[in-house]
């Protein structure tokens, strides 16, 4: 069974960096397709970013494509969001997801706790 933990998550200014990770477990990681979500208070869970298997391919939302970077470590079972330039609109909890690389939330079958990303003005 996949288990995926998120860290990372915290405080910053707007304009400021904050790179989240999520670690799993459970799996063979190097063969699992991962993706990123996030969920503002009274919203829906929003595709934000994904990854193929092997890194080779990656997909962003057109609202974090450019500031967002996805990446994955095959070794350390362990997949990265680094966020630049962050925006107030990026407040979010931030979810890990396992399974996909589609753009939505019913394509993945293992989901992190969320971390929670605060943006001040």
């Known amino acids: 069974q996949v288990q995926l933990v998120e860290s990372g998550g915290g405080l910053v200014q707007a304009g400021g960096s904050l790179r989240l990770s999520c670690e799993a477990s459970g799996v063979t990681f190097s063969r699992l397709n991962m993706g990123w979500f996030r969920q503002a208070p009274g919203k829906e869970r929003d595709f934000v970013a994904s990854?193929?298997?092997?890194?080779?391919?990656?997909r962003y939302h057109s609202t974090v494509k450019g500031r967002f970077t996805i990446s994955r470590d095959n070794v350390q079972n362990t997949m990265y969001l680094q966020m630049n330039s962050l925006k107030p609109e990026d407040t979010a909890v931030y979810y890990c997801?396992?399974?996909?690389?589609?753009?939505?939330?019913?394509?993945?079958?293992?989901w992190g706790q969320g971390t929670q990303v605060t943006v001040s003005s």
């Open positions: 997801a396992a399974g996909s690389t589609a753009l939505v939330a019913g394509a993945y079958g293992s």
């Open positions: 990854i193929r298997y092997d890194g080779d391919s990656t």
